[in-house]
Structures are given as structure tokens and as C-alpha cells.
């Protein structure tokens, strides 16, 4: 959405300013981080349910007798 707000609805004859290079920069910068650690965190959070899910047939999971 800030792509085509300023590339295409604002579009200067001149060009464009340093200040707004460096802000998509490091709007992409930040969007592709939080892309790759949201795919970690999911990947992390299936590790811990397999974990989970494997915890319950273990013997310390069992009823024991009293």
C-alpha cells in the first residue's frame, strides 16, 4: 500500500528524495524480518505440539495404581 500510495499517486517529476529511499529500505528491511521470524516462530510452535503430543504416551504421563 505505500508503494503505490507514493510511486504512483505522488509521483514527482524530479525523482525522489533521499529521505523517502531510505524509508522503503527499511520498511522492507523490517517487513522481510518479521516475515522470517514469524516463520520460525510457527515452525517452533509445531516443534513444541509434536512435543506435546509425543509427551502423552510417555510413563510418566500414565495413571499409576494407587
Given at each position: 500500500m505505500i508503494y503505490i500510495?507514493?510511486?504512483e499517486f505522488f509521483m514527482d517529476e524530479t525523482g525522489?528524495?533521499?529521505s523517502w529511499a531510505g524509508?522503503?529500505?527499511?520498511?522492507?528491511m523490517f517487513s522481510i524480518a518479521l516475515?522470517?521470524?514469524s516463520i520460525y516462530?510457527?515452525?517452533f510452535m509445531a516443534?513444541?505440539?509434536y512435543l506435546a503430543?509425543?509427551?502423552g504416551?510417555?510413563?510418566?504421563m500414565m495413571p499409576q495404581p494407587a
Open positions: 500510495t507514493r510511486f525522489y528524495s533521499y524509508f522503503l529500505k527499511i520498511h522492507a516475515h522470517a521470524i516462530l510457527v515452525c516443534f513444541i505440539r503430543m509425543d509427551a504416551h510417555r510413563r510418566w
